[in-house]
């Protein structure tokens, strides 16, 4: 779950500013609702970049792969700027 490595000064799960971490895209409208504790718990700290990506995977989005870069997965923290 957290082989990935953690580049240096990248924003970290646990610095998440809110309880809840909410994930969405407006693509393929994908929807996701994350408790920050429970994350940690279960997946230890992680770059933020990264645990979007493996959110929108894990939730089906279809764009994620394609490399039409205009048409590309949206995905984003929804209740962080
Ligand atoms: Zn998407």
């Known amino acids: 779950m957290s082989s990935e490595p953690i580049p240096s ?3 970290l799960l646990s610095r998440y500013p809110a309880d809840k971490v909410i994930v969405d895209c407006d693509k393929c409208g994908m929807q996701a609702k994350y408790d ?4 940690l718990e279960a997946g230890g700290d992680r770059a933020l970049t ?3 990506e493996a ?3 894990r939730k089906g989005c279809a764009k994620l792969d394609r490399f039409d870069i205009k048409n590309i ?3 984003r923290y929804a209740n962080i700027q």
């Open 50 to 52: 990264y645990l979007l």
């Open 9 to 11: 000064g990248a924003a």
């Open 36 to 39: 920050k504790l429970e994350m």
């Open 55 to 57: 959110i929108a995977r």
């Open 73 to 75: 997965c949206g995905a």
